[in-house]
């Protein structure tokens, strides 16, 4: 089970959201909800990486080109295109 999504049965639906309350998708039946947590979380992980990944991008301009991170970041932003 998820720490951070739920299913819960709306009518004829599976309604899957983030325990803040925000919808995330409708299902026919609740493996089809299970399936949309897993990519969900799947994404969550993905996104967390590529974070941690920009954060080390900025940090590095930071360094290497004494940059301020705004504009160490507008530099990875303009790389990423």
């Known amino acids: 089970m ?3 999504y739920g299913i ?5 639906e ?3 959201s ?3 309350g925000v919808t ?6 609740e493996q089809e909800a299970q399936q ?8 969550d992980l993905i996104l967390k990486t590529a974070r941690g990944l ?11 080109h004494h ?3 705004p504009t160490a970041l507008n530099w990875i932003r303009e790389a990423a295109g």
């Open 2 to 4: 998820s720490d951070r």
């Open 24 to 29: 995330v998708g409708r299902n026919k039946t």
């Open 8 to 12: 819960t049965h709306d009518g004829y």
């Open 18 to 20: 983030q325990i803040a």
């Open 36 to 43: 949309s947590i897993e990519v969900c979380e799947q994404d």
């Open 14 to 16: 599976f309604k899957v």
């Open 54 to 64: 920009v954060k080390k991008a900025v940090d590095a301009l930071m360094r290497t």
């Open 67 to 69: 940059f301020d991170r």
